[in-house]
């Protein structure tokens, strides 16, 4: 598999990554990806960027190095009703936006607390993918926020980064995940969550473990970036593509 779409990832900006932007799309480019998503930390993450900073993104150009740039954010699901560390007006102007759980800023409770934040957080209307569920410290019933995904339109990741240099213990969960999606044809997208230009693009373990369940190509939102493009414009998104 050979996929062309990362739309997870972070520059300098975040505060604990290591390339800039420029870096990361040059990286992007080199390795044939046509899409790539430049998601910051949301605010509340230590480090992470003044709310000016998304607000801003209006300044930067639609394409670099022949990418074609979204600029979002990975926006902190803060607690069990699901609330995000931005506001939605503020949500509303990003192309994309992920919706994870750090525990640096979230109280982790039990499965059915943590599993309730997913789901209100869904439910709420303004994510577009559901950031590295597979968090072993972070215990949730993954049927529940699969099935939910599914009836809401959002896209389960599989995030490449779980399996190599964060959240060790996640590659149970991910295979759980996806043979969840599997058998609910739930959509997923892979990401790199590259903090460094060189991991982008790096899905290498991600495909490994979702060949080895036989999961359909169909089902990975990867296989098209046009695919995803449109799902944002119908969101009311990518108004200038």
């Given amino acids: ?113 943590n599993t309730r934040a997913f789901v209100n957080a869904i439910k709420r209307g303004k994510i577009d993918i559901i950031g590295h569920l597979g968090n072993p410290a972070v215990p949730v019933d993954y049927e529940e926020i699969v099935i939910c995904a599914k009836e809401n339109d959002v896209l389960i990741e599989i995030n490449n980064s779980s399996f190599t240099t964060s959240r060790p213990g996640s590659f149970t969960n991910c295979k759980k995940i996806a043979l969840l999606c599997k058998l609910h044809n739930a959509r997923i997208v892979i990401n790199s969550d590259a903090h460094f230009c060189t991991k982008i693009g790096e899905f290498s373990e991600a495909i490994e473990m979702l060949q080895s369940i036989d999961f359909p190509k169909n089902l990975i939102i990867n296989d098209n970036p046009n695919e995803l493009l449109e799902k944002l414009k119908k969101k009311g998104k990518l108004k200038d593509l």
């Fill in 1 to 113: 598999m050979k996929f062309k779409l990362d739309v997870h990832t972070h520059t300098i900006a975040s505060g604990h990554a290591y390339s800039s932007l420029m870096e990361n799309a040059k990286a992007a480019s080199e390795k044939g990806i046509k899409v790539l998503g430049t998601t910051e930390h949301g605010i509340t993450m230590p480090g992470s960027p003044h709310i000016w900073y998304f607000s801003n993104y209006r300044v930067l150009p639609r394409e670099l190095f022949g990418v074609t740039m979204l600029y979002g954010v990975e926006a902190n699901i803060m607690d069990y009703d699901g609330n995000l560390d931005m506001e939605d007006s503020m949500l509303d102007k990003l192309d994309i936006v992920i919706g994870s759980i750090h525990t640096e800023v979230y109280n982790v409770g039990n499965v059915e607390e």
